[in-house]
Nanobody, 117 residues
Framework: QVQLVESGGGLVQAGGSLRLSCAAS????????MGWYRQTPGNQRELVAD???????NYADSVKGRFTISRDNAKTTVYLQMNSLKPEDTAVYYC???????????WGQGTQVTVSS
């Protein structure tokens, strides 16, 4: 079992920045994907960005050029640097780890990001 703890959400004005962090409770099996998703009321959770254990990165078109996903060398913490925030970025952001070998996924509790206009 992997527990994920997120931090860094909050209220920011449009154009501002926030950095989200997600720490795993233990090391993650070697082949995995760590990512950030977001969800607004009445909508499905959507991928924001993810990073594979081999290093490849994927971004949603809506955040390309503004958000940056990264991780620590131990691959137990993943970050999401969010710049040039827009009101439409307002959502609950969830951290996710997907272990390829077991096809199991783990979610954090979510952190609220609110961008005021």
């Amino acid at each position: 079992q992997v527990q994920l703890v997120e931090s860094g959400g909050g209220l920011v004005q449009a154009g501002g920045s926030l950095r989200l962090s997600c720490a795993a409770s233990r090391s993650i099996p070697s082949i995995h994907v760590m990512g950030w998703y977001r969800q607004t009321p009445g909508n499905q959770r959507e991928l924001v960005a993810d990073i594979r254990s081999g290093g490849s990165i994927n971004y949603a078109d809506s955040v390309k050029g503004r958000f940056t996903i990264s991780r620590d060398n131990a691959k137990t913490t993943v970050y999401l640097q969010m710049n040039s925030l827009k009101p439409e970025d307002t959502a609950v952001y969830y951290c996710n780890v997907h272990v390829i070998a077991t096809m199991r996924g783990y979610w954090g509790q979510g952190t609220q990001v609110t961008v005021s206009s």
